[in-house]
């Protein structure tokens, strides 16, 4: 099965695999160029995260460096000036600077190193508040002493320091922008890669397949110009023997028909004359008794024997010989006349039809205390006597030989297949050997013991009907188990000029 769905796709086996193999690449590119697309997408939402949380952690420093020059530049006014102003400017960029601290503690949680230089900036800020409120009580020669020597001020140290670290954290930050700046270009490039090589694949599949396709077609249309040159030289021929057939079953028929006619005279003949051998037999038996009756002298012991057993024993194998040749004869005639009758097709209901076949058959079914089931089965278009011939012959087969040992059981079922009806009856009677599965169905042929009625006609007569309605049978038997024969019918038959 799976060969003939492949070849329908190609000329052969291989021209199918190229091709479904060639889609699969096609496909398989397509769905890695969707998975690579996800990939990367996820890449650069990933870098563009990073990136807003680079410019967030600088945005913070940025914030932290200017506090912290706000407020070192608002401690110089106030020890400069004495005025309070530059106080309030000092807490409030204090405020700021922390809070940027802390901010920025948070963004640089997953990297130690920046948040141990956070954790400096925060040391540093306390340490000036404290340093810038020990300044601010200064009088008389310490403070004149600590503006003498400002530069070297802690605060100013300090600040230094912030602002050092604060650089260093910048620069790192900046370092791992350009890392994750660099790591975006080559998501790109990838992602570009990725693309150029799924176009190409595509590119490449589409072209084989076109390929092959195109080949596959003007392959076909070569086989198509070849079968159909091959169904003109065919039909010509299936003509030819069709009539040749037409004329050897006809002349058969004339030759069936003649001969069983040309057998019946001598027959007659026969016949007759074994009736007047039979009259002359009792003539002298009777003129026999007379003498013994009378005490006249009687014939001697063999002549005795010869008429009173001898004699009729003779006409009885005879009457008994001539009698079988009359049936032979009378089923000849009877194939030759079915032989010459138009089957005329008409819609049939063969659950009905062999439903009524089985209520003929009732008493012999009752009789014999066979079990006869009959299933659902299909409709068709056919002969309607041919087909109740050929059931009916089936089902009186499966009656007839039935196993001694065990009831009969006989099913009738049936389905469709390919535009076919298939027709089973199955039995479990004594079953055929396998050496004459197909002998049963030759002319006066029979198999196994001949303790039933029969001229061995029936089996061959449904298959000869079978074949002239489109059909065929077959039988599956084994010995001693039970038979079934399969007749195979087309659902819808058409008679056109078959008078055979």
């Known amino acids: 099965m799976e060969s003939t769905k492949m070849a329908a796709l190609g000329r052969d086996e291989r021209s199918s695999r190229l091709i479904i193999g060639m889609l699969s690449l096609g496909f398989a590119a397509l769905l890695g160029a969707t998975g690579t697309t996800f990939w990367i997408q996820r890449q650069n939402e990933a870098s563009a995260e990073l990136v807003a949380h680079t410019l967030a952690v600088e945005a913070s420093l940025g914030g ?5 020059e706000r407020m070192e530049t608002a401690r110089r006014g106030l020890l400069l000036t004495g005025d309070r102003q530059f106080s309030d400017r000092v807490e409030a960029s204090q405020e700021i600077a922390r809070a940027r601290a802390t901010d920025l503690s948070g963004l640089v949680a997953d990297n130690p190193e920046q948040g141990e230089r956070v954790a400096r900036l925060l040391s540093l800020l306390d340490a000036y508040v404290r340093h810038y409120r020990i300044t601010t009580g200064l009088t008389g020669p310490a403070r004149s002493a600590m503006l003498t020597d400002f530069t070297n001020d802690d605060g100013v140290k300090q600040v230094r320091e912030m602002r050092a670290i604060v650089q260093t954290m910048i620069d790192e930050e900046l370092s ?90 001598p027959l007659v003949n026969v016949m007759g004359f074994t009736a007047e051998l039979e009259t002359a037999r009792q003539s002298i038996a009777g003129y026999l008794r007379t003498c013994d009756e009378r005490g006249w002298q009687s014939p001697d012991a063999a002549t005795r024997l010869a008429i009173e057993e001898d004699l009729p024993e003779a006409i009885g194998f005879i009457r008994t010989s001539t009698q079988k040749m009359d049936r032979l004869i009378n089923a000849i005639l009877n194939l030759s006349r079915q032989g010459r009758r138009t089957l005329a097709p008409e819609p049939l209901d063969l659950t009905r039809l062999v439903t009524g076949i089985a209520e003929s058959l009732q ?55 390919h535009g076919r009806a298939i027709v089973e009856v199955a039995d479990n009677g004594r079953g055929i050997d396998p050496r004459d599965h197909e002998r049963i169905f030759d002319l006066f042929r029979r198999s196994g013991t001949q303790d039933q009625p029969g001229e061995g006609i029936g089996l061959a007569h449904s298959r000869a009907l079978a074949y002239r309605l489109g059909g065929s049978i077959e039988v599956s038997s084994t010995l001693g188990e039970g038979s079934t024969f399969r007749l195979s019918l087309p659902t819808e038959w058409h008679n056109g000029d078959d008078n055979a």
């Open 64 to 68: 932290v460096a200017s506090a912290a």
């Open 176 to 265: 791992l922008l350009r890392e994750r700046e660099a790591q975006q270009v080559n998501t790109q490039r990838l992602f570009t890669a990725a693309l150029i090589i799924t176009a190409l694949l595509i590119v490449l599949a589409a072209g084989i397949t076109l390929w092959l396709v195109r080949k596959n077609l003007k392959e076909l249309r070569i086989s198509r110009s070849e079968l159909r040159l091959l169904n003109e030289d065919l039909e010509e021929l299936v003509d030819a023997r069709t009539a040749a057939l037409k004329r050897a079953n006809a002349e058969i028929q004339r030759f069936a028909y003649i001969v069983s006619h040309d057998l019946r005279s």
């Open 363 to 417: 008493h012999r079914i009752q009789e014999t205390g066979t079990t006869l089931t009959v299933e659902t089965l299909p409709a068709i278009v056919n002969d309607r006597v041919a087909v109740e011939q050929i059931l009916s012959n089936l089902i009186e087969n499966a009656l007839k030989y039935r196993h001694p040992d065990r009831p009969g059981v006989i099913a009738v079922r049936g389905r469709t297949e």
